[in-house]
């Protein structure tokens, strides 16, 4: 089956550490984004990619990093720099920038 | 800048009846619009979508949405409720830019009553 999977689903973190979000997708899509949704606020873009090797930050980038080495692929660092980094995190794949984009299931993070 | 407004952060309805879930967005130019249904602790499930052509548009799970340029709104709709609606439903218009990202709304929780 086609999709995009996340993992893990919940994410516990003390504070100062860095953790990092998986996200794949088998659906041949060049496109790929990380959302960040905290209750009452919708979904805010932290960083995405249009192709490999190439990503730009989103409106919400500080304290966050990712990598596109491969197409499949759109790992997600929370480093110790992110003020507030509990929330749910929902990763993103388009066919192309502008098409319609399908989601994965999300990772919960908790920061103790 | 673009933007969404869903009105109503939550609708409660009774099974069976109407559902109406508002939306307006600002876009400079012709917008891509969309409706995501979510589940608790899930990710968004594309309802429907609006690119061009026909205004109204049907997605699934019986749900429809029309769009108004004039009112600059692209509502939600579905002609009677079931429990498993019970969900929130998001709004979002694509980005004219480069990025390509979606512009979210705040989200409307829908509650539906026996």
């Known amino acids: 089956d086609g999709g995009i999977t996340q993992s893990p689903k919940y994410l516990f973190r003390k504070e100062g550490q860095n953790v990092t979000l998986s996200c794949e997708q088998n659906?041949?899509?060049?496109?790929m984004y990380w959302y960040r949704q905290d209750p009452g606020q919708g979904l805010r873009l932290i960083y995405y990619?249009?192709?490999?090797?190439?990503?730009q930050k989103g409106d919400i980038a500080e304290g966050y990093s990712v990598s596109r080495e491969k197409k499949e692929s759109f790992p997600l660092t929370v480093t110790s720099a992110q003020k507030n980094p509990t929330a749910f995190y929902l990763c993103?794949?388009?066919?192309?920038?502008?098409?319609?984009?399908?989601f994965g299931p999300g990772t919960r993070l908790t920061v103790l | 800048a673009q933007s969404v407004t869903q009105l109503g952060s939550h609708v409660s309805v009774s099974e069976g009846a109407l559902v109406l879930l508002r939306c307006n967005y600002s876009?400079?130019?012709?917008?891509?619009l969309f409706w995501y249904v979510q589940y608790p602790n899930q990710g968004l499930q594309l309802l429907l979508k609006?690119?061009?052509?026909?205004?109204l548009v049907k997605g699934i799970n019986g749900f429809e949405a029309e769009f108004k340029k004039s009112e600059t709104s692209f509502h939600l709709t579905k002609p009677s409720a079931h429990m498993s609606d019970a969900a929130e439903y998001f709004c979002?218009?694509?980005?004219?830019?480069?990025?390509?990202?979606?512009?979210f709304g705040q989200g409307t929780t829908l509650q539906v009553k026996p």
């Open positions: 990619s249009q192709i490999v090797n190439d990503f």
């Open positions: 979002a218009v694509s980005d004219s830019g480069n990025t390509g990202k979606l512009i």
């Open positions: 993103a794949s388009s066919f192309a920038r502008g098409d319609t984009q399908y």
């Open positions: 659906l041949n899509h060049d496109a």
């Open positions: 876009s400079s130019v012709p917008p891509y």
């Open positions: 609006y690119t061009t052509g026909a205004t």
